[in-house]
């Protein structure tokens, strides 16, 4: 089944302890996008990427880093997580880079820092 | 900057009627609008993409509009059933910006049995 994986589906942690939250995609999708979403403020990107060792911020990427080693796997790197990224966090990729197919999400992540 | 507004941001209809979901967006260079649903807590699943040709796209009893020019998108959905209970989030993707998504805050449905 062609889909988009994010692991953890709930994950509670420290402040201060770092934590990656894995995102897989089984189609061959060259585009990958990390997106935040919160109450009354909606999804955010946080990072994307165009292909393989290529990736630059969205609008929100202050606290965050993401790596593109593989084509098929785009992790979101928390190196020292604050209270303020507690948040229901979505991968999201598409077939190529400008989104004319279309996106598809994963399921979330839902984070939270203590 | 991209903004996409959502009208309403909540409604109730009772089971069986006719539900129309409004999206309006600033920039009309855009490439496409997709339609997403999510249920509470839960991921995105696509509905439509429109592409910025096409004036509408049909799947079942759902059938989404799209006028660039006035930059607006409606989502219809025919007789209304419980199991549409859901948030409908509209999104586009402009020609330029950071390659991203600019989402609206989201029509949260309630279908009333």
């Known amino acids: 089944e062609a889909q988009v994986t994010q692991n953890p589906r709930y994950l509670i942690t420290v402040t201060g302890k770092k934590l990656t939250v894995t995102c897989s995609q089984n189609?061959?999708?060259?585009?990958m996008s990390w997106y935040r979403q919160d109450p009354g403020l909606g999804l955010r990107q946080i990072y994307y990427?165009?292909?393989?060792?290529?990736?630059d911020k969205g609008d929100v990427p202050e606290g965050y880093k993401v790596s593109r080693k593989e084509k098929r796997n785009f992790p979101l790197i928390l190196e020292s997580p604050s209270p303020n990224q507690t948040s229901l966090y979505f991968c999201?990729?598409?077939?190529?880079?400008?989104?004319?197919?279309?996106?598809?999400f994963g399921s979330g992540t839902r984070l939270t820092v203590v | 900057k991209q903004e996409v507004t959502q009208i309403p941001a909540a409604l109730s209809v009772p089971e069986g009627e006719n539900l129309v979901l409004n999206c309006s967006f600033t920039?009309?260079?855009?490439?496409?609008l997709q339609w997403f649903r999510q249920d509470p807590g839960k991921g995105l699943t696509s509905l439509l993409l429109?592409?910025?040709?096409?004036r509408e796209q049909t799947s079942g009893r759902l059938n989404a509009s799209l006028d660039k020019s006035s930059g607006r998108s409606t989502l219809y959905i025919a007789a209304s059933q419980p199991g549409d209970s859901a948030t409908y989030l509209c999104?586009?993707?402009?020609?330029?910006?950071?390659?991203?998504?600019?989402f609206g805050k989201g029509n949260q449905v309630v279908v009333i049995p």
């Open positions: 999201a990729s598409s077939p190529n880079r400008d989104g004319s197919y279309g996106y598809t």
């Open positions: 189609m061959n999708h060259e585009y």
């Open positions: 990427s165009m292909n393989v060792e290529v990736t």
């Open positions: 920039d009309s260079a855009i490439y496409n």
């Open positions: 429109i592409q910025s040709s096409q």
């Open positions: 999104a586009v993707r402009t020609f330029y910006g950071n390659n991203r998504l600019a």
